[in-house]
């Protein structure tokens, strides 16, 4: 328990300290004009309130990726807890936040295009191919997933038809992708956030008020299937520290954000927020069932994550902890299923150049990207699905170098950015070397290759970055 209040305090000291350094480095601007004023079209940029933006914000990079990832991760036994909170403070919220400021001062560009800006044409091109099939991928799963899970639910007739619910979700997608963002999303959405915070808040006062043994932090690996914590465990657990998917997600709020003075309350802030989720997650995981980690395996070979945060719901809040549940694992996804496909439309239009103010040019994008979608459910893509963790950890390390070069560029301090993406380089080197989707190469090469491979791209940015900005700033 000791350590499971220590890590919750840490967390929330990071925003107050760390958030504040970042923040600071970047140099936000309060009186610099937000492309939400600038250029308010009333479709994409659109200025909301802080708080709303915030709660969008926390719902489109959560869903339940910080509870599934969380609950995986938890095989792993509490070293987990070391990951959530120094990922989530010094990876993810700093990934988060340059994501989404770094738009912000380019006009709410999506993130292939700011990529581009940084790390070159070739760069820009690999990251609109990346975030294209990773979000049309989210999409997919969170269009077919709710689906599955409402078909089951024990009604009747057509309710109980997968391909009825299919439909609707569809429709609804489409709706939410093409209308403005503060008829729908901006008015529904806030409420789903406090929802899952709220889910949250109840699962982790009921692990600290019951008493319940939490374990204390430790290094061991606790895998039932003896999976190695480097670097599986930093791959399993990505919302909750950090996940590329963010990065895709920023660019919806930048074009929303009416002053940068809220970049880190927005930003760094909703992914404290996911840290959060995703510790509480994790500690009821391991905490939970008879026999702990042993029992949390067993739980999940019978009906996978879904069947574990549905147990914790409603074992810690009773029946209405059932509702949360619902919601959680039904709603959540949806709504983070249709941001996916919006920001497919703003990534594609901003990469062909389109203005989107029209209806016209915004079915032009969406009809395709949804017949796309809809296509994939009857083809079994879980191969293909394997491959989405390791490209989602991929698309956060080019951000992370992208926000590196940024702060050379700009004469700042880049080792807030420079160190995580060293490590994250490492990381999604090893288990693409590793896995068994990858090349299935033994620890004893994957592991050096890895790190040789994280310090070469160290070397490259050093060259190519620090030392000619060095001699520009020299020269003039």
């Not at 004009?33 to 915030?54: C, M, Q, S």
């Not at 026999?291 to 395996?297: A, C, D, T, V």
């Not at 996916?340 to 079915?363: C, M």
Request: with cysteine.
């Amino acid at each position: 328990m000791v350590s499971f209040l220590i890590s919750l305090g840490v967390l929330i000291a990071g925003y107050f300290t760390y958030g504040a350094v970042v923040d600071r480095i970047f140099g936000s601007d309060p009186n610099r004009e937000t492309p939400a004023n600038r250029l308010n079209d009333g479709i994409d940029y659109v200025p909301l309130k802080w708080h709303k933006i915030f709660l969008i914000q926390f719902l489109n990079i959560a869903g339940l990726g910080p509870i599934f990832g969380a609950v995986m991760g938890a095989l792993y036994g509490p070293a987990a807890f070391i990951w959530i909170v120094l990922g989530t403070i010094f990876a993810g919220g700093v990934h988060d936040f340059f994501s989404g400021m770094l738009s912000l001062r380019h006009d709410g560009k999506s993130v292939p295009e700011v990529v581009g800006i940084y790390l070159g044409d070739k760069m820009k091109i690999v990251m609109r191919v990346f975030s294209v099939i990773l979000l049309t991928l989210v999409g997919t799963v969170f269009m077919a997933g709710p689906a599955g899970l409402l078909a089951n639910l024990g009604l009747t007739g057509i309710f109980a038809n997968k391909w009825f619910w299919l439909g609707l979700i569809l429709i609804y997608y489409f709706v939410a992708t093409v209308v403005p963002v503060d008829k729908l999303i901006g008015k529904i959405y806030p409420l789903f956030g406090a929802v899952l915070l709220i889910m949250a808040v109840g699962v982790g006062g009921s692990l600290v008020f019951r008493g319940m043994d939490i374990p204390e932090i430790t290094l061991a690996n606790f895998h039932p299937k003896g999976l190695p914590i480097w670097p599986m465990l930093f791959i399993t657990i990505a919302c909750g520290a950090i996940s590329g998917f963010h990065s895709t997600q920023s660019p919806l709020m930048a074009r929303c954000l009416p002053n940068e003075k809220y970049g880190r309350r927005v930003f760094y802030g909703a992914m404290i927020g996911e840290g959060i989720v995703a510790l509480i997650w994790a500690a009821a995981a391991m905490t939970f069932f008879d026999g702990g980690i042993l029992g949390l395996s067993e739980t999940v070979a019978a009906g996978g994550a879904g069947l574990v945060v549905n147990k914790i719901s409603l074992g810690l809040l009773g029946p209405v902890g059932g509702v949360l549940a619902i919601l959680g694992v039904i709603a959540c996804p949806i709504t983070s299923g249709d941001t996916a496909f919006r920001s497919v439309r703003l990534t594609i239009g901003d990469a062909l150049g389109l203005k989107q103010e029209g209806i016209k040019n915004r079915l032009l994008l969406a009809i395709p990207v949804f017949a796309i979608g809809f296509a994939l459910n009857f083809i079994n893509f879980s191969i293909i699905w394997r491959y989405f963790a390791w490209s989602n950890q991929t698309l956060a390390t080019i951000v992370l170098w992208t926000a590196a070069v940024y702060l050379v560029v700009n004469n700042r301090n880049h080792w807030i950015a420079t160190i995580p993406a060293v490590f994250m380089s490492a990381v999604v080197t090893t288990y693409i070397l590793q896995a068994p989707e990858g090349f299935r190469l033994p620890m004893t090469i994957s592991y050096p290759v890895g790190i040789i491979t994280a310090g070469a791209l160290f070397i490259l940015f050093y060259v190519k970055a620090v030392r000619k900005n060095a001699k520009a700033l020299k020269a003039a």
